[in-house]
T-cell receptor, first 113, second 116 residues
Framework: AQKVTQAQTEISVVEKEDVTLDCVYE???????LFWYKQPPSGELVFLIR??????QNEISGRYSWNFQKSTSSFNFTITASQVVDSAVYFC??????????FGKGTTLSVSS | GAVVSQHPSRVICKSGTSVKIECRSL??????MFWYRQFPKQSLMLMAT?????????EQGVEKDKFLINHASLTLSTLTVTSAHPEDSSFYIC????????????FGSGTRLTVV
């Protein structure tokens, strides 16, 4: 069975702090995709990144970076120098071509000024 | 990029009435759409998978007679909540696959349903 675990329910940081959101996944498939989404209070899902199972390169996009490690089935997300606008719920998700995404329970990030 | 338009964004209805939510893929053909439900402070839970021209596949525990899904064209899927009750109040969001080499999902902006 496929499963996504986000063990951190809530995280609170002060602006400019770095924060890492953890994601651990379970799947028996060799080909799969991992995603991170941001959900602000308005509710819409904002796509952040997609990574396929054959690409273990870490990625950096501005203040965001992702660490994909198949050996530990983890796909962690780090925000560097956090800002108040980063406050949101962040979801990690797992999927395969043709199937629905399975979401973790989400991590609520609160960044205070 | 691929865009999914979802309407309405917010709806309040009386208990016992039905509500229809539409999701349209604007610039691509979506043979498959997924419908999710999200209760406050919870994750997105898959309700059903909708395939164009065929019956939807519902997840365990989701009443197919209560949540009617129609996917009559490659660009439109609808979810109708029939005889809505307060416990159906939730955030409903659709997702379409934009396939090919740029495999990925596009989500609608969601519908917040409140049943009073």
């Amino acid at each position: 069975a496929q499963k996504v675990t986000q063990a951190q329910t809530e995280i609170s940081v002060v602006e400019k702090e770095d924060v890492t959101l953890d994601c651990v996944y379970e799947t028996r498939d060799t080909t799969y995709y991992l995603f991170w989404y941001k959900q602000p209070p308005s509710g819409e899902l904002v796509f952040l990144i997609r990574r396929n199972s054959f690409d273990e390169q870490n990625e950096i996009s501005g203040r965001y970076s992702w660490n994909f490690q198949k050996s530990t089935s983890s796909f962690n997300f780090t925000i560097t120098a956090s800002q108040v606008v980063d406050s949101a719920v962040y979801f990690c998700a797992l999927g395969q071509a043709g199937t629905a995404l399975i979401f973790g329970k989400g991590t609520t990030l609160s960044v205070s000024s | 990029g691929a865009v999914v338009s979802q309407h309405p964004s917010r709806v309040i209805c009386k208990s016992g009435t039905s509500v229809k939510i539409e999701c349209r893929s604007l610039d691509f053909q979506a043979t498959t759409m997924f419908w999710y439900r999200q209760f406050p402070k919870q994750s997105l839970m898959l309700m059903a998978t909708s395939n164009e021209g065929s019956k939807a596949t519902y997840e365990q525990g989701v009443e197919k007679d209560k949540f009617l899904i129609n996917h009559a064209s490659l660009t439109l899927s609808t979810l109708t909540v029939t005889s809505a009750h307060p416990e159906d109040s939730s955030f409903y969001i659709c997702s379409a696959m934009a396939g090919g080499l740029n495999y990925g999902y596009t989500f609608g902006s969601g519908t917040r349903l409140t049943v009073v």
